[in-house]
């Protein structure tokens, strides 16, 4: 696939950038939190090593760039020097294609998966084409060996002393804070790099060969109990049964990991990039998506949408997928979950749990630079906060409000827990499903009460599956002068755009959303009149008064811009003072 027009996630502060800065000093204006002191915002994203026009290209596709500000503490301690640095996750495919360039892209696109009209000669090529590339490296033919084809792209997250990068089709990567340096991948017990070999009795994702290759893709959205030190992850293939389930708990424990455990119920591959998991039970959720290579054998494309589908939401306590429910809903798309918890009532445990809901998978065929089919693009199309509560049933199921609502975000500290405030993105014009090609532009941070909307809709249940809490638009929501309203809206300046925000609170506080949100922003006056982002535009990162949502506490100007990305963290001192240890960094 070519393309007479920029590709829309090529384009514009979109475009990736190939300047590596280590602890490169940044400009402070205005007051920095205490709280900040010592700790680091990191943001990951697809930065691919050729930004070509004239071949497939898909925003999930490209190299993980971790980007991150560490606030280092100056000698007395009391005062603060903002350092940024950026660096590519040093992934097997990464090094590999930076050792021999005509090798890049060594996995094929998302976009030719997807493509409604499949070439199947073009696919199957371009899977021989990887398949040979991984075993002539592991035969030591060309480049360094790949033993795993994941690119670490998408979120990064912090358990038991390590953080890690993720993305769907390998594990997790560990890399260290604040350089970003990357040390291994994490195979379950231990990551490669924390000692100089590998115990091959000791329990791991997936299992031995090609199978086992397969396997150990996990969830680029991994769920941490900060109760029980619990790490949850599952593990989507197109492979029978074709969900895996692990739990990893913190530290040296007896029982160990209990990982590969098979989630029954599924009957194909899917497109399944996000759970929900509650201090008691693990949701499961089914999307009408399914991702099968044999599909080309009927001229169809690997991922395909039944918009006449269902999607179903599978419910089992925690450490016991076995005893998996389905509940079944209409059809939709949930690319991430918000928050879930618990509630013990005379009836049984209720389950509640948060979803960015979409009623299209336009989106996806978008971020390939491709018109999506019809069948996929219904008339309104809709990306909001929905609301699932199921106690022996789907009882309750309604939109929290009607604004655009995506990159969900819930304070750490809070997470699995019935949390007061949801973060998140908007937009004051479009939304997050558009009908046409397009890249998506943030401009509005989002704060939602979610206990009062919940209160509001229980007191007048919205009807089920197309119901609205609050039905005001973005705009109408901006306009507002309720001090106590129960959406708020940060809105940026014009030509200003935002990206994921994540929550750091102040320390103590009395309320839930005392603290600020951080946040990459970028100035798109500096696009030059091609829209493209001149080689000197900077970015900026800013502190927000989440309490109010209105003010802008610092700004800090970033020595370089920083293209828009996926999902960011907050890592506060302590965490990143108490890493493990580990033997060796990789180097390209």
């Known amino acids: 696939m070519s393309y007479t027009q920029p590709h829309p996630y090529l384009t514009g502060n979109y475009a990736p950038i190939y300047t ?3 602890s490169e000093p940044c400009g402070v204006e205005g007051s920095i939190p205490d709280e900040f002191l010592g700790g680091q915002y990191v943001r990951n994203g697809s930065n691919p090593l050729n930004d070509d026009n004239q071949r497939d290209h898909h925003w999930f596709d490209g190299d993980g760039m971790l980007t991150g500000v560490f606030f280092k503490r100056l000698p007395d301690s009391k005062r603060v020097q903002p350092l940024f640095t950026n660096q590519y996750v040093l992934t097997d495919v990464h090094c590999a294609a930076t ?13 030719t998966l997807v493509n409604p009209n499949p070439s199947r000669l073009r696919i199957l090529l371009g899977m021989l084409r990887t398949y040979i590339i991984v075993f002539a490296s592991l035969f030591k033919l060309i480049a360094r060996p790949i033993k795993r084809v994941g690119a670490a792209n998408t979120s990064v997250f912090h358990h038991d002393g390590r953080v890690m990068a993720t993305n769907e089709i390998g594990p997790p990567m560990r890399v260290l804070l604040p350089s970003l340096q990357t040390i291994g991948w994490f195979t379950g017990t231990r990551a490669r790099g924390e000692s100089k070999a590998r115990d091959p009795l000791e329990p791991h994702f997936g299992c031995e060969g090609i199978e086992g290759f397969y396997k150990e893709m996990t969830t680029a959205h991994p769920r941490v109990d900060r109760t029980t030190g619990e790490l949850m992850l599952f593990h989507s293939t197109f492979l029978p049964p074709f969900i ?12 160990g990991p209990r990982l590969n455990l098979p989630v029954p119920g599924i009957s194909s591959g899917k497109l399944m990039h996000d759970f929900g998991v509650s201090r008691q039970n693990t949701v ?3 999307c009408p998506v399914t991702l099968n290579p044999s599909n080309l054998a009927q001229n169809k494309a690997v991922v395909v949408y039944d918009p006449e589908g269902l999607t179903r939401l599978g419910v089992f306590p925690r450490h016991f997928p076995e005893k998996i429910q389905w509940y079944e809903t209409d059809p939709c798309i949930v690319m991430h979950t918000a928050n879930t918890w618990d509630e013990t009532t005379p009836l049984g445990m209720r389950v509640h749990i948060l979803v960015c809901r979409i009623n299209s998978l336009a989106p996806l065929y978008h971020m390939g630079g491709m018109e999506a089919p019809a069948s996929v693009c219904p008339q309104q199309p809709e990306c909001r906060l929905y609301y699932y509560q199921i106690l022996s049933g789907l009882t309750q199921q309604w939109a929290l409000s009607a604004i655009p609502f995506e990159f969900p975000h819930v304070p750490r500290h809070l997470e699995m827990t019935a949390a007061q405030f949801i973060y998140g993105c908007s937009m004051r014009q479009g939304d997050f499903v558009s009908s046409s090609i397009g890249n998506v532009k943030i401009d509005c941070l989002v704060k939602m009460d979610v206990r009062r909307l919940l209160e509001m809709g229980e007191e007048n249940p919205p009807t089920k599956g197309s119901g609205v809490v609050d039905e005001r638009t973005i705009q109408q929501v901006i306009s507002s002068e309720d001090l106590d309203d129960p959406i708020q809206v940060f809105a940026l300046p014009d030509q200003w755009y935002a990206q994921e ?6 320390q103590p506080s009395t309320r839930e959303d005392d603290g600020w949100l951080v ?3 970028f100035d798109e006056s500096q696009l030059n009149d091609n829209g493209e982002p001149p080689a000197d535009s900077k970015g900026e990162l800013w502190i927000i008064d989440a309490i ?3 003010d802008i506490i610092a700004r800090i100007t970033l020595p370089q811009r920083v293209p828009y990305g996926m999902h960011g963290n907050w890592f506060p001192e302590e965490e990143i003072l108490n890493q493990r240890d580990y033997a060796h960094v990789r180097t390209k």
Do not use: E, W
């Open 284 to 286: 499961i959720v089914d």
């Open 244 to 255: 895996h389930y692990s739990i990893v708990p913190a530290g040296d424990k007896k029982d």
């Open 501 to 506: 925000c994540s929550f750091v609170p102040r």
């Open 548 to 550: 109010g949502m209105k």
């Open 20 to 22: 590596i800065l280590n």
């Open 99 to 111: 050792q021999n360039k005509r090798l890049y892209p060594i996995i094929p696109s998302m976009a």
């Open 519 to 521: 946040t990459y922003v």
